[in-house]
């Protein structure tokens, strides 16, 4: 599964020239056949291969960071499976939301009174 398509990739580099906004996620990869979320926002102008976001490995400490792409396109896990796009994906809130629902829940939560409760400090959904 192609984890980033073109119109994506620019969309995620179009996000990194304006790092210091907090931004809507606009993808979700995820290990099928275990533990590893990543609600990504964007992708670094100088260098496409790193994104940013909300990665939860499955450690009950999910936290903000970089990733390089190459290394999910690589791995593979149980059964030859790869991390995969989740195609169904909308972020809604911006990632602090996501953030602070992780915090709380201790891994990533798309929805739920974690997400709930980060949620209630805004009033309208970014995007809307």
Excluded: Q
Excluded at 10 to 30: H, M, Q, T, Y
Excluded at 53 to 81: H, I, K, N, Q, W
Excluded at 96 to 109: L, P, Q, W
């Amino acid at each position: 599964m192609e984890l980033v398509t073109p119109e994506l990739r620019e969309r995620l580099i179009a996000n990194g020239r304006n790092p210091d906004s907090d931004r809507v996620p606009l993808v979700k990869w995820f290990n099928p056949a275990g533990a590893g979320t990543w609600l990504i926002v964007d992708a670094d102008p100088e260098d496409p291969d790193i994104h940013f976001g909300l990665m939860d490995l499955g450690f009950g400490t999910p936290e903000l960071g970089s990733v390089r792409l190459s290394e999910l396109e690589a791995f593979e896990g149980p059964f030859g499976l790869g991390i995969e796009r989740d195609l169904w994906f909308e972020g809604r809130w911006p990632i602090s939301v996501y953030a602070e629902a992780a915090r709380r829940a201790g891994r990533i939560v798309e929805a739920g009174p974690e997400l709930d409760a980060a949620a209630r400090s805004r009033t309208v959904p970014a995007g809307a």
